[in-house]
């Protein structure tokens, strides 16, 4: 593999992975304080919708931006007052985000822009760019396109990783967070309201799940399109749990999902010398069994928050 492709295929990952780095924090920071969120999928559609529609009508990265992280929190803040306010199944309530996002996308796309639920291309001055497209020519195949070029989201993705870590593992919050996921009835005991941090922690997720989707739409298409997510919401929530709810497992995890899928885009139509043609089916459901092989795998392994789906009731 000469330095040109594998510096592509790098980047390729990169890139490819950003979305899922975003929701897998947003999932580690909502399980680790003791909710459980399928609904990523959900949030991240929304989202994306939102980054589009506001993008389209107000031709401003900022108020698309802005649009997405509003929806994606509210969708959390709805998701929490289900399930922390008053106690609802949390796996129920994540799901029916998702459907909910899967129709009122479609609708409210058909309805705004009749073009068959897409939202029209946005201009490359609404899109983000990369920060320094001259590195290629400046540092060479393998760095300039593996390493450098790349929107300000995929290096605020890279750096929120162990900003994660050290938020859970360093400061006052992360530690009350922690305690929330493992024995909420002793953080209550201590004067600490158990509500209240898991809201905070639904919070982050909101506006990371926000940011996830608004990447889809601001830097990897040009548009919103139904149900444009494609599973990356669940391949996130796979992610999260081949980690242990840790950042760091759950990033390499995310590297693997991502990888797979660059490697699949440049396998479609590929002879091998023994099987032959790879059929393009197989090639691109590549990311999506390997969800469900780290899943069977890692799943009975994992050790998940000790309170994790179970709402809390206060003694009195």
Not at 121 to 141: C, I, S
Request: charge should be neutral; charged fraction near 10%; include cysteine.
């Amino acid at each position: 593999m000469d330095e040109l492709m594998l510096g592509t295929l790098l980047a390729s990952t990169l890139r490819v992975a950003t979305p899922l780095i975003l929701c897998a924090l947003a999932g580690v920071l909502a399980e680790r304080s003791g909710v459980i969120d399928i609904g990523l999928e959900g949030k991240m559609l929304c989202a994306a919708f939102a980054a589009g529609a506001a993008g389209a009508v107000w031709g401003s990265s900022f108020v698309a931006l802005a649009a997405a992280i509003g929806v994606a929190f509210a969708l959390s803040m709805l998701h929490g007052y289900a399930c922390v306010i008053h106690r609802g199944d949390q796996v129920v309530s994540g799901m029916a985000i998702n459907i909910l996002a899967a129709g009122l996308t479609v609708v409210l796309g058909i309805a705004c822009f009749h073009q068959g639920g897409q939202t029209p291309a946005l201009p490359d001055e609404v899109r983000l760019r990369a920060l320094w497209p001259e590195a290629p020519e400046v540092l060479g195949d393998l760095i300039g396109n593996g390493l450098a070029g790349y929107n300000v989201l995929v290096y605020l993705a890279l750096a929120l990783v162990p900003g994660v870590w050290l938020l859970l593992q360093q400061t006052r919050f992360g530690l009350r967070l922690r305690a929330v996921g493992e024995n909420p009835h002793m953080v209550d005991a201590a004067g600490v309201s158990v509500h209240g941090l898991r809201f905070s922690a639904l919070a982050l997720n909101g506006l990371l799940c926000g940011l996830a989707g608004s990447y889809l739409v601001l830097a990897q298409n040009a548009a919103f399109a139904p149900h444009m997510t494609a599973g990356r919401g669940y391949m996130a929530l796979a992610a999260m749990i081949f980690g242990k709810w840790r950042p760091l497992p759950a990033l390499a995890a995310c590297l693997l999902f991502g990888f797979l899928d660059a490697l699949a885009i440049r396998l479609q139509g590929a002879v091998l010398p023994v099987i032959g043609e790879v059929p393009v089916q197989f090639i691109q459901a590549l990311p999506y069994l390997m969800t469900v092989i780290l899943l069977a795998g890692f799943m009975g392994s994992s050790q998940a928050p000790g309170a994790l789906g179970r709402p809390y009731l206060k003694e009195r």
